[in-house]
């Protein structure tokens, strides 16, 4: 055998050695891949079946206090704005009070004043508390309509309206533009809220 | 002399594919031991803290998303126009000096 042929021999059987070698290291290699990443894959499943629920009680508590807090922002904005517009209201009716409208309300609030104790009697003096500002009319107003009820006129402390009372102070009519505005205050937040959010107030 | 060369050299060859056989069954080793590592992992108590964490933040993020949109829609709210204002106040005036009670 010739040195040449002996030479080919030897790199023949290094090149068969090194591909088997290669092929080996290759196959393990890709195996070892395969096992981590379906160890991953497992892994990951098993992780997120254990806190999905645990995730979905977080998600629940912090979206649901973000849409609370919220809602409660856009309710707080709502009742400032309302709040304005009955502020608004009350400087209106302190302007008012020369107005026709605000004297329309105020006769017809002592008619029906005396109308509440037309059962007492023309001989009892009633007590009528109003506004300093109003009393002349008032007066006026019973010299020319009820000139046989016995009217006696006060300085109340509040922006418009009557009170009125027997002299025993037992009963009591209450007609103020204070107590208007309490007692009509719900109804007319809802109709406020309305004109002004279209949707209304949000609960 | 030339077939004792051969049979030398296919003898080193043999070891050199022996070793690399060897190193695969290192490589499969270590890969077990990884699985072991991965598959424990889910297990740990720090594991599952960590994730709820990660998914507390994202969670959060989505929070602070909802919470501007609102706070958005109370700022328009609040910059409601004066007339509007005026108009709601109007209505409260008539209503309180004509309700019938």
């Known amino acids: 055998m010739s040195s040449n042929a002996v030479q080919a021999l030897k790199e023949e059987i290094w090149r068969r050695a090194r591909e088997k070698a290669e092929n080996i290291l290759k196959n393990a290699e890709e195996r070892a891949k395969k096992m981590i990443e379906t160890a991953e894959t497992k892994a990951r499943e098993e992780l997120r079946s254990k806190i999905e629920p645990e995730k979905l009680v977080l998600k629940r508590r912090i979206l649901g206090k973000a849409v609370m807090d919220g809602r409660k922002a856009v309710i707080l904005a709502k009742n400032e704005v309302v709040e304005k517009a009955f502020e608004k209201a009350l400087e209106k009716i302190r302007a008012l009070t020369d107005s026709d409208l605000y004297r329309e309300f105020l006769a017809k609030s002592l008619k029906k004043a005396v109308e509440e104790f037309s059962d007492i009697g023309g001989e009892e003096e009633l007590i009528v508390y109003a506004n300093e500002r109003d009393l002349e009319f008032l007066r006026e107003k019973t010299r020319e309509l009820y000139p046989s009820v016995k009217l006696k006129f006060r300085k109340g402390d509040f922006i418009g309206g009557i009170i009125v009372m027997d002299s025993a102070e037992k009963r009591v009519f209450y007609d103020t533009i204070e107590s208007r505005f309490e007692a009509l205050r719900p109804v007319l937040r809802e109709k406020v809220a309305s004109l002004l959010f279209k949707g209304g107030e949000e609960k | ?101």
């Open chain 2, 1 to 101: 002399m030339s077939l004792t060369s051969l049979l030398l050299e296919e003898k080193k060859a043999m070891l050199y594919v022996q070793e690399a056989r060897e190193k695969a069954q290192r490589i499969l080793q270590e890969a077990e031991r990884k699985v072991e590592e991965i598959l424990h992992a889910t297990q740990s108590a720090e594991k599952i803290r960590e994730e709820l964490e990660s998914y507390r933040r994202e969670v959060e993020k989505e929070a602070e998303k909802i919470l501007r949109e609102y706070e958005e829609k109370a700022e328009k709210i609040r910059s409601i126009p004066e007339d509007a204002i005026e108009k709601a106040a109007e209505i409260i005036v008539e209503e309180v000096l004509k309700h019938e009670f």
